[in-house]
């Protein structure tokens, strides 16, 4: 991944760091990332116009994950700042994969401490089978 | 409340804490017992033979938590195993009051960790607007 | 409580909800309430210029909560906003209750979804023994 | 990864799905998964008599994932009942990978619903620098 290129064009979204997200280790629970890269994706399609409850009350589908690949370089504690971005690397008919980052944001400095790589299909709500995104909410991915 | 009473009714349900239930304090998160206390409830109800997905398909209603008293008087660690109860202490047309503890079960004795009584509502799965429980699940309640 | 008095003086802190804090139900998990009241207390203290890490690290305790009373009122949905409160309703050498809200922030109205008071305590970080809060810390809450 | 042989091989624990595990979209939310992956794992480890809140008293070091690969297959729901496996794929010696299944346990057949690679190293507690894991635990792990 070009850094340059994706730190242009990524979205980003600040995240604090609560009890809730902490385990007994002292630092943030691995898992509670994928909740921090959810919120900054629904964050950048909000900021498309996209609000995924009225998304599937007019079109009857969901986006769900389909895969996800993480990696953890560095742990993040209680009251840290994080910012973490959303940026989306590839879009096909029926998915999309975004690459996420999650960045401590330090007094003067940034540091990487977590990445993720996560494709997201279209589902029909009801059946949850696999289906097209819909052409509109397509384009406005552009 | 009366202990012996109560032990001698109440429904137990073992809870082994991980990881997942821990904060940075090194123990429980607080807000966790509300889901040990929700198994528990779920289990309890199991065992009459009430599975809560089977019941909102077959009679469009589900029960939701109205109200939560909390007492904490003792944190759990990782690795703790627990024991918790579920009582059944006031039954009416419309809502139940439950009251729960979480043990922990060390090697000879057992310490009470936080206790709360808990008010169930019946409610329409749709509109969520109050109704009347099922007269056959007020019954299997006894 | 006085309604007028309250809002005049709480401190506010709004919480959009996410996937991560919702349940089948369609709505929010109940337990979560405890997770945005925490937020809401945390960044009340922050505004004071009270960061826990710190404090934990210079006067070797913590806030933990020892009792909660929650009051559920409304269900609130995937992507509603929320604006939560905290007013510190008593306080006294070794603990603190706290009044909290949830309100639901529609585009003309406001609507109560929860309400809580939240009793904390000071204890030593290691063995989570009761203690008195610091006086320069009492002084700051006023 | 060859199927029989890992069943063969396998360590499993049954997880149950409660209203806590899942989402507005009525299925376990995703991130949960990590949970029930580390409940096994927790699982298997303590069946190999190894216990991590002991570890880190005696050793100084825990066991932090590193690196998680997940892929979604079909959805769980409230009430499911999964079976989930961890097995030993590869031991370095600073660093583990644990390839985990989720499978949907039904009547008359079981569904994989999700697995996973999941890279754990071992680190020094206070620090969170990597470490050697210790050599009899190596040895316990065969």
Chains 1, 2, 3, 4 share one sequence.
């Not at 980003?12 to 997200?21: Q, T």
């Not at 385990?23 to 994706?41: M, T």
């Not at 399609?45 to 009350?57: D, K, T």
């Not at 960045?103 to 401490?113: D, H, I, R, S, V």
Request: contains cysteine; proline residues 4%.
């Amino acid at each position: 991944m070009n850094q340059v290129q994706q730190d242009r064009q990524a979205f980003s979204w600040p995240v604090r760091v609560y009890w809730e997200d902490t385990d007994a280790g002292g630092i943030v629970f691995y898992a509670n990332y994928l909740k921090f890269f959810e919120r900054a994706r629904t964050e950048w399609l909000r900021s498309l116009g996209l609000e995924q409850r009225a998304l599937r009350e007019t079109s009857g589908g969901i986006f769900v994950v389909s895969a996800a690949n993480l990696r953890y370089h560095q742990p993040a504690r209680l009251d840290d700042e994080l910012l973490v971005t959303a940026w989306l690397q590839e879009k096909g008919r029926a998915s999309m994969t975004i690459v996420q980052q999650a960045w401590l944001m330090a007094p003067c400095t940034k540091e990487l401490l977590c990445e993720a790589s996560v494709r997201i299909g279209w589902v029909d709500a009801g059946s949850y089978k696999p289906a097209r995104i819909p052409p509109t909410l397509l384009e406005t991915l552009k």
